[in-house]
């Protein structure tokens, strides 16, 4: 009776040793997950999944990130929801989300309600603005469509544009009446006659006789946004090292999209998705270049971009609190990755007001 006690410490410190070694094992099991997240704000077409325009829409056609991620067995889930940003902002708060894509109202709409999230890659930036009407309309200038109906997809990056637009014209949203439309319906709805006026691409629609462009805003920064990628904060807390290779991926990808040779393949892949056909990419994006448009960099201007749009949302009254620019917006992963990859000056720079950085030249020709 009196020896229980010792054995059943001795067998105690026995089961303990025998445990130690799988310690590092469950260790570097957690160094990984089994599965990566990521939310596109968007759908093609009749929700199909799949979509346009930016360096993530080419990484999920080209299996970018699958085929990163292959050889460790980890999977990559997209979720592309038609509901778009506000969307996006639901699943995050629900825990769904580890990396999504989003406008700038959506974001800061989702930092706003304290929705932890950094910023750690651009997606794309600048393109011109169309407006369109239907194509019987008698309109000449917006001033014409005062108190008719106007659609946007209210909470999306679109909302803050149409404010924008309308804006830079003197007027407000409560100068027409605003319909929150998502683009399907909003297309649809220009077919019919049911709205009179509305923000999208106009060469396709015009083609087909359903509406055309009643003017357009060409490259304009103070219109135009920029459009991001982040990560939640428990995901990079976790994993790191598996942030960085995300978006070394994703820069791969860039480099990619911004070579113009593969301009005609990339609209032709972005076509895919039906929501904006082929043609209106080849149109909407001449004039630019694609490293211009197709830029990673988290730059002076995406900065400014957001700030902008920051104060626009509270000014336009989207928002009810003041966010903080600081500590949200991580540049590190981008940085390191233009480092690894060796692309340090790839893309070039712009500043606060969308102009190119010129190069310091003394520099430049110093030994």
């Keep these: 009776m009196t020896r229980r006690p010792f054995l059943t410490r001795l067998l105690q410190a026995a089961i303990a040793l025998t445990a130690l070694p799988l310690l590092p094992t469950l260790a570097q099991a957690q160094d990984k997950p089994t599965v990566i997240r990521i939310a596109y704000s968007g759908a093609g ?18 299996g970018t990130l699958e085929e990163e991620f292959r050889a460790d067995g980890i999977r990559i889930q997209w979720n592309f929801f038609p509901g778009a940003g506000p969307a996006t902002n639901e ?5 769904l989300v580890d990396f999504a894509h989003h406008g700038d109202l959506p974001l800061i709409v989702g930092k706003s309600t304290g929705l932890p999230r950094k910023v750690i890659l651009a997606l794309g930036r600048f393109g011109n603005t169309y407006f369109v009407v239907p194509s019987d309309s008698q309109a000449k200038t917006l001033a014409d469509l005062k108190g008719k109906r106007i659609a946007v997809n209210k909470g999306t990056a679109g909302q803050l ?13 409560k100068d027409f009446r605003v319909i929150s439309m998502d683009a399907e319906t909003a297309k649809a709805s220009l077919a019919t006659r049911d709205i009179d006026g ?7 629609l015009q083609a087909r006789g359903i509406a055309r462009p ?18 939640t904060e428990e995901f990079e807390k976790k994993y790191p090292q598996i942030v960085q290779r995300v978006v070394n991926a994703l820069v791969k990808t860039a480099v990619w999209s911004s070579d113009e040779q593969n301009r005609d393949p990339q609209f032709k892949l972005w076509g895919q998705a039906g929501s904006t056909p082929y043609g209106d990419y080849v149109k909407t994006w001449e004039g630019y270049t694609l490293r211009d448009r197709n830029s990673p960099l988290l730059d002076e201007y995406y900065l400014a971009s957001i700030q902008k749009a920051i104060d626009e949302a509270k000014r336009f009254r989207l928002i009810r609190r003041d966010v903080p620019l600081a500590g949200w917006i991580e540049p590190k992963y981008v940085n390191q990755a233009l480092k690894d990859l060796k692309l340090e000056g790839h893309w070039p720079e712009f500043d606060v007001d ?13 030994p």
């Design 214 to 231: 009643l003017f357009e805003i060409k490259r304009d920064p103070k219109v135009t946004s920029v459009t991001s990628f982040w990560v």
């Design 354 to 366: 969308g102009n190119p950085k010129q190069r310091d030249v003394a520099k430049v020709a110093a």
């Design 198 to 204: 509305y923000i999208t691409t106009p060469f396709d």
């Design 161 to 173: 544009t149409l404010a924008r637009v309308l804006e830079r014209h003197g007027f407000t949203e």
């Design 91 to 95: 699943a995050a708060a629900n825990g």
């Design 45 to 62: 077409t009749g929700g199909r999944p799949l979509a346009g325009g930016n360096i993530l829409a080419t990484a999920h056609q080209r």
